[in-house]
């Protein structure tokens, strides 16, 4: 079963577009990831999902319901924001059920929904205190709780852990997932942070210029990217993209056996061995603990390597480095993957 729908959707305002015709499919009982750099139109989509901007073009369906001309109230979803959005004045509790109450819910229902909610995100002996005397992570969890009452069988997420540091968006990405699974949700998740897309989601969307590049799920996407910018935006360390001139790295005499219209060709630092039959000199080196960035000249081009943070490496030193041929990624004029 899917729970959200695009048909041919757009959004464009006057001059401007924010995103064009897509067509896309998010399954229900999965985390699904909107990812993408600033501007890419991850949060207008997640807001044409909830019903906040309207669609230029295009039909939406919410677990098989048309809900293109529906008003939000309407669309069974909730949403987390950003900057939490609770009431300072109110209790942890009363910032809960703030919704349950306006809709007119019975006392009981309410108090259950509360107390199950409460307890899922460990907020049990914090229903008294109010929004300032709770850290920044339990006011998260507060936020997360509100929508989790509201019983919404989608939650739409925009970038709920970027106002934590990164110990607790750590923690938080652990929490989110489990609920998520424990619950069976389905969550759409917006995030320019592709370290919470890879390790949460089940399906990510990657999104450019208003565009979908890629959907795929984390592995496939990283082992399999269909264009140079997800080649490069994908990866703790950005690929190596190296031109080719015919079967030749560009200003090295490196060999390698490209397919048909390829011009350049992508190798991820970490498939990149110290030993092999290239020698090439290091010209800088970033170290980061557990390993060490290695950056050595091909020509007029760079290759990073990563390798063990305690391998000591001085600049200048040449080193000899070699790689399976199928860890070779290629791509043509277009900037599309040769498969």
Known sequence: MTAVTFEHVSKTWEATTALHPVDLTLRAGQFSVLLGPSGCGKTTTLRLIAGLETPSSGRIAIFGRDVTNETPSRRGVSMVFQNYALFPHLSVAENVVFGLRVRGMGSAEIKSRLDRALALLSLSKLGARKPGQLSGGQQQRVALARALVADARLCLMDEPLSNLDAQLRQEMRHELRALQQELGLSVVYVT????????????????????????????????????????????????????????RIAGTDIMLSPPAGAVQVGLRPEDITLTGPHKLPVIKTEFTGADVLLHVRAGDQLIAVRAQGKQVMALQTVIGLGWDDASLHWFDANGLRIS
């Open 192 to 247: 320019h942070d592709q370290t919470e897309a890879m390790s949460m989601a089940d399906q990510v969307v990657l999104l450019k210029d208003g565009r979908i590049e890629q959907v795929a799920t984390p592995f496939d996407i990283y082992q399999k990217p269909r264009s140079l910018f997800v080649a490069q935006f994908i990866g703790s360390s950005r690929m190596n993209m190296l031109r080719m001139e015919g079967a």
